[in-house]
């Protein structure tokens, strides 16, 4: 189980490793959200998402016969390129099975990483058979992508940094918004907060439609998803919130928040004006809840974690002409 | 003049005020430049550039009645943001002359930093003697945008910075491309960099049609150029070197290098998805110089700055469709 003493040793593993990403602002944000806004910027982290940390923690906590045969993983994201990039600090060979429908510049880039990728048919072709056939045959580990005590523990340090960041900057309470697929990313952080800095509120972010987490931590069960595509959030469109995930999700965090595809897509927008930062729609969505719905807190303080920023020129400029109306709007007088 | 004494108090002054921004990298950058390439990435800096330390560094060198009766600048981009929102935490007036031709944008985002702002007519009517009158008029204290002791030490805590994140990564030699417009920068960086890591070399980067350092560093004399508009570098667009950055420029600094405004854009893009950094043209000029011209340096670590980010979605959106292809060709496998 991910505990306070796991976290502090993948964070000590990750030291000189992952980036500790900047705690960034804009007085402009703060005025549309009618509050302090304090953006963790992870989509600055190696290979442009959080997913390096728990990739890395996963990794480093393996034994070196482990390392030496390789690991496997599944994913068409974010968490194949931490893994690949992860592996390949590691000198460990990296299996990334991905459907044949990914986008060629996903695949490419995987590969580039050094992984060796292994394309199967969503149509005809069950994954997680092909996957365990390959790790038994050629004794590979697998690293999953949130319900693993070692990958939790290593998106925690996101939660460790932040809780130091915003004391320098003052800052001892207020919500945390974060960016929840799986719920790796949004366990760890809560779990790194109840034991640094509790007087933080965690509360998950998913797009609406895909509102597991938010349904499950309501009914106090695991709910599953009606779909899970057709989202311009794909980076944290799961079934299901996890099985390690969900019991510390549900002790720790909520009430969840869901935001609107526009909403994300108009966050990107300002993410870029104000703070020049690149995100995705799915590491957009706590921003945009910060933003667009002032209603849903009345902390004086939101945190919100960027979680990725690997988006297509095509999305992104979509989200700029999306959100050209609405920055011009933003360049209203500040009152702070 | 400025030395590396008033760039420690300068520093000084600044900590807990300026960001310190990330050093990032990518393999794929690497790869694209076949050496090691850090981007101090001052587009997350406040207002979105390097200038807010300028900025800062003067007004908090200014004495408590002349920070009162307030402050002058002459701009229409970063400069003027930087004075603006600097002169708002210090409680200080600011007039910021803009011609009346301007983005709405830039104007209606100094305004909102508090700053009262004067158009003037660039057909019409004299920038200097507007100025000067209010300046007396009313007692304002001019702050230019390079030339001036303060701003240029400022500057110089880019310098100081980079060196020591550079020295964390193993790095304590290489050569410094930065951005160049006045030269506030670039000097002040190499004023930095003399004292403190003599063993990097900083050359000055420009655009072409525009490369008065560079022609000014080869003769020996301030050379001036031929036009100042009509380039998508606008905020690093200059007459001339400064008097008091070009002595600094000439000692210590070259040979300088110069872009295409089409490098300009494709380091953008590139920028965009390999750091998930927004730069503007004027600030991918080091980068762009990094990537595509291999052969002007034999250093094995470029580091560069990205010294600004303020950019419009139509300019974005053309660097995102120039780079395209050049993006993809750049998946190739990594060596490193």
Redesign the interface.
């Known amino acids: 189980m991910t505990d306070i003493a796991l976290i502090d040793a993948a964070a000590a593993r990750l030291s000189g490793h992952a980036?500790c990403?900047?705690l960034?602002s804009s007085?402009?944000l703060d005025a549309i959200a009618g509050r302090q806004v304090l953006v963790k910027?992870e989509?600055?982290q190696h290979t442009?998402s959080f997913k390096f940390r728990g990739a890395w923690s996963a990794l480093s906590a393996l034994p070196q016969p482990a390392l030496k045969s390789g690991v496997i993983a599944y994913s068409s994201g974010n968490h194949a390129q931490g893994v690949a990039?992860a592996a390949r600090a590691f000198g460990a060979p990296a299996v990334i099975v991905m459907p044949a429908d990914a986008p060629?510049?996903k695949i490419?880039?995987t590969?580039?990483?050094?992984a060796e990728v292994v394309l199967y048919d969503r149509a005809t072709q069950d994954r997680d058979a092909i996957g365990t056939e390959l790790a038994q045959t050629r004794g590979l580990t697998l690293v999953k992508p949130f319900d693993d005590p070692q990958v939790i523990a290593g998106q925690a340090s996101v939660g460790l940094e932040l809780a130091e960041q915003a004391a320098r900057s003052g800052v001892t309470s207020g919500e945390v918004l974060v960016c929840c697929g799986g719920g790796g990313l949004t366990s760890g952080i809560a779990l790194a907060l109840e034991a640094r800095a509790p007087s933080f509120r965690v509360r998950p972010v998913e797009p609406e439609g895909f509102d597991d987490v938010a349904r499950s931590l309501r009914s106090g069960r695991i709910e599953r998803n009606a779909r899970t595509s057709g989202s311009i959030c794909d980076a944290i469109i799961t079934p299901q919130p996890g099985d390690l995930t969900f019991p510390i999700l549900h002790r720790l965090c909520g009430p969840g928040l869901v935001v609107t595809e526009e909403d994300c897509l108009r966050a990107m927008?300002l993410a870029?004006?104000r703070?020049?930062?690149?995100?995705e729609p799915g590491g957009a969505v706590a921003l945009a809840a910060a933003l667009f719905q002032p209603d849903q807190s009345d902390a004086d303080t939101l945190i919100v974690t960027a979680s990725g920023?690997?988006v297509t020129?095509e999305v992104?400029?979509q989200a700029?002409?999306t959100?050209?109306a609405a920055?011009?709007r933003s360049?209203?007088?500040?009152t702070r």
């Open positions: 980036r990403t900047p960034l007085p402009f910027a989509c600055l442009g990039m060629d510049v490419e880039t590969r580039a990483l050094g927008a870029f004006q703070l020049r930062i690149v995100l920023g690997n020129p992104f400029a700029l002409a959100g050209q920055s011009s360049a209203r007088p500040l």
